[in-house]
């Protein structure tokens, strides 16, 4: 299934859907299994972005397609390559792909961190990728607006997932809390992709020179990895 490549947001949909089947039947025993928790959450965040871009809702519809292919890509390919235990799979990656049978890994700490993963390692380089397929840059208004249009999306489904990764009392203090939690993940994910966004545009001026890249890609990933290892820590989960 992983050898597939997604040519349009259809396909990698459908891809996601298909890997959160395999997932689930991975730990059978176990209803909050870390991968399967944030695929899902790709899942339906992707279902929504194929919805607006049917719906005309994107200024620049090939960008927008383009960059979810090659976003949803990485991906899966850092879910083949853990899955045939390569060593080339991204640490950032690995932090949450080791969880897979842990089961004091609750499903709201491990979505964040596959979201820490794929925002704060994956975006930036698949930003890169569609502007050199699309022979553009970070300079275009219409694209710029399109992916902060994605945003909105995270703001309109993140609250309803969230609550659906919450136990019976985790819920009470979510009402208790009013609406300061979707308020303050909204604000998280926004400042995270407007960094990945930064990210892109200073690696962007370093694209033709192979070994800076690799330093960069390198650094980013490791950097990742320990907020990843940071977000699925005791502490933090309780803190979650």
């Not at 050199?132 to 399109?146: F, G, P």
Request: aromatic fraction near 10%; charge should be negative.
């Amino acid at each position: 299934m992983l050898s597939r490549t997604p040519q349009d947001v259809a396909d990698v949909v459908a891809q996601l859907g298909d890997l959160q089947v395999l997932l689930n039947k991975a730990t059978p025993e176990d209803d909050e299994n870390p991968v399967a928790a944030f695929n899902h959450l790709y899942w339906t965040i992707t279902s929504t972005v194929l919805e607006h871009l049917n719906n005309g809702a994107f200024r620049d519809s090939e960008f927008l397609t383009v960059l979810d292919v090659e976003f949803a890509k990485r991906y899966l390919n850092a879910m083949r390559l853990w899955g045939q235990s390569s060593p080339q799979t991204p640490h950032s990656w690995q932090v949450l792909c080791r969880q897979l049978n842990n089961t004091n890994v609750r499903s709201l700490p491990a979505a964040v961190a596959g979201v820490n993963a794929h925002v704060n390692y994956d975006l930036p380089f698949a930003l890169i990728r569609t502007w050199t397929l699309l022979s553009t840059d970070s300079t275009s208004e219409d694209q710029h607006q399109d992916y902060l249009h994605v945003n909105d999306i995270f703001y309109e489904k993140i609250p309803h997932l969230r609550r659906g990764y919450l136990s019976t009392w985790q819920l009470v203090v979510d009402r208790l809390n009013g609406p300061f939690d979707d308020w303050y993940e909204d604000r998280a994910v926004e400042v995270a992709r407007d960094i990945a966004w930064c990210d892109a545009k200073r690696l962007w001026e370093i694209r033709d020179d192979p070994r800076a890249l690799s330093h960069a890609d390198t650094s980013l990933d490791r950097h990742t990895a320990l907020i990843g290892w940071a977000l699925l820590s005791p502490v933090c989960a309780m803190l979650q």
